[in-house]
Nanobody, 121 residues
Framework: QVQLVESGGGLVQPGGSLRLSCAAS????????MGWYRQAPGKQRELVAT???????TYAHSVKGRFTISRDNAKNTVYLQMNSLKPEDTAVYYC???????????????WGQGTQVTVSS
């Protein structure tokens, strides 16, 4: 099995910054695209950012220029640096990773448990 564990969420004032981390562990052969999604109360889960194994990134329009996704392949970890945070960024943030496990022939998507980010004064 593969586990994704997020950390770094919390309460921050508008205009502040937070850095989320997500570490993957288990019998991992290779990790392909990794990403972050978020879900605000009463809303559908939405894509925030993705990064391929070759470090090509994509961002939601609402976070472009404020958030930066990166990864450390040696640590099987993806990061989300969030700057200039706004109250509308408040949500549970989930990381995801497309993983081929050792001995497997298919790539499966795994999700973390989520970490709360609250932007409020």
């Amino acid at each position: 099995q593969v586990q994704l564990v997020e950390s770094g969420g919390g309460l921050v004032q508008p205009g502040g910054s937070l850095r989320l981390s997500c570490a993957a562990s288990g019998r991992i052969f290779s990790i392909y695209t990794m990403g972050w999604y978020r879900q605000a109360p009463g809303k559908q889960r939405e894509l925030v950012a993705t990064i391929t194994s070759g470090s090509t990134t994509t961002y939601a329009h609402s976070v472009k220029g404020r958030f930066t996704i990166s990864r450390d392949n040696a640590k099987n970890t993806v990061y989300l640096q969030m700057n200039s945070l706004k109250p509308e960024d408040t949500a549970v943030y989930y990381c995801t990773a497309d993983v081929k496990r050792v001995g497997a022939t298919t790539i499966l998507s795994y999700w973390g448990q989520g970490t709360q980010v609250t932007v409020s004064s």
